[in-house]
């Protein structure tokens, strides 16, 4: 069974802090890997996907992949209070176009 | 930018009630998704497409059904409601091109089955 794992939660941070999630992943094989937000009652947005090991920055956000370790992050840099969501980690094997949801991590920034 | 609509937003039905949710998409993509989505138990692939008149089974397909007749729109069915379908059906899509299979979703529809 291909697992995504994310911490349980819920994360809070204060506004303007760095705020860190993590996500590992049982498929060594997974070949790209996605962070999606999601407000309470709306459905996912993607933020950001990553394929190749190191760092990806998108404004605030900061995504890290380290395959040998089997693990993704998202760094949020400077947390306002609109960052407060569920985000949801995702990995796709490369075999086809399914994604493997972990179950997503609440993060709270306090003003 | 990639637009996927759902029918409704909110739908209310009976036990027994045969249901129908609709799924468009409007950037030509090959691969459609639906999802359940339950606190506790995140997000659940029901059936996925990947062309027209193609289907396939995911994580949870038992009570549903789907049908892709055009490119663009996919249907989930509840052949016959029960409670336990009470969820957030989230409809997603993507493409193959570009290898990284970034899904889109829907606003998503919350049924309760009563």
């Known amino acids: 069974q291909k697992e995504v794992e994310q911490n349980s939660g819920p994360l809070s941070v204060p506004e303007g802090a760095i705020a860190s999630l993590n996500c590992t992943y049982s498929d060594r094989g997974s070949q790209s890997f996605f962070w999606y937000r999601q407000y309470s009652g709306k459905s996912p947005e993607l933020i950001m996907f990553?394929?190749?090991?190191g760092d990806k920055e998108d404004g605030r956000f900061t995504a890290q992949l380290n395959k040998a370790s089997q693990y993704v992050s998202l760094l949020i840099r400077d947390s306002q209070p609109s960052d407060s969501a569920t985000y949801l980690c995702a990995v796709n094997n490369g075999a086809n176009s399914k994604l493997t949801f972990g179950k997503g991590i609440t993060l709270s920034v306090r003003p | 930018d990639v637009k996927v609509t759902q029918s409704s937003r909110y739908l209310v039905k009976r036990t027994g009630e045969k249901v129908f949710l609709e799924c468009v998409q409007d950037m030509d993509h090959e691969n459609m998704f639906w999802y359940r989505q339950d606190p506790g138990l995140g997000l659940r692939l029901i059936y996925f497409s990947y062309d027209v008149k193609m289907k396939e089974k995911g994580d949870i397909p038992e009570g549903y059904s789907v049908s892709r007749e055009k490119k663009e729109r996919f249907s989930l069915i509840l052949e016959s409601a029960s409670t336990n379908q009470t969820s957030m059906y989230l409809c997603a899509s993507s493409s193959p091109s570009g290898g990284a299979h970034e899904q889109f979703f829907g606003p998503g529809t919350r049924l309760t089955v009563l």
């Open positions: 990553i394929y190749s090991n």
